[in-house]
């Protein structure tokens, strides 16, 4: 349920404009990695400027393939 709770996120958050990225580290991940959202869901990135909503669409994918649970810390 999770992954397809975070696919429904992602597509609507991809038909909707990109948020101004604030100072701060997202600034700086941005300008180091070369980002320039054109949507929302780009706006979302981790700190090695991968997407954010995308790097947990995986997480669930490989939890539900390997049959294990999620754990954050």
């Excluded at 700086?28 to 990135?45: D, K, Q």
Aim: hydrophobic share 40%.
């Amino acid at each position: 349920m999770l992954q397809t709770e975070l696919v429904t996120i992602a597509r609507r958050f991809r038909e909707l404009p990109p948020e101004p990225l604030e100072d701060g580290w997202k600034s700086v991940v941005a300008r180091n990695y070369g980002l320039r959202p054109t949507n929302l869901h780009e706006c979302f990135f981790d700190i090695d400027g991968e997407l954010l909503l995308d790097r947990l669409i995986g997480l669930a994918q490989l939890s539900v393939e390997r049959r294990l649970p999620i754990l954050f810390q």
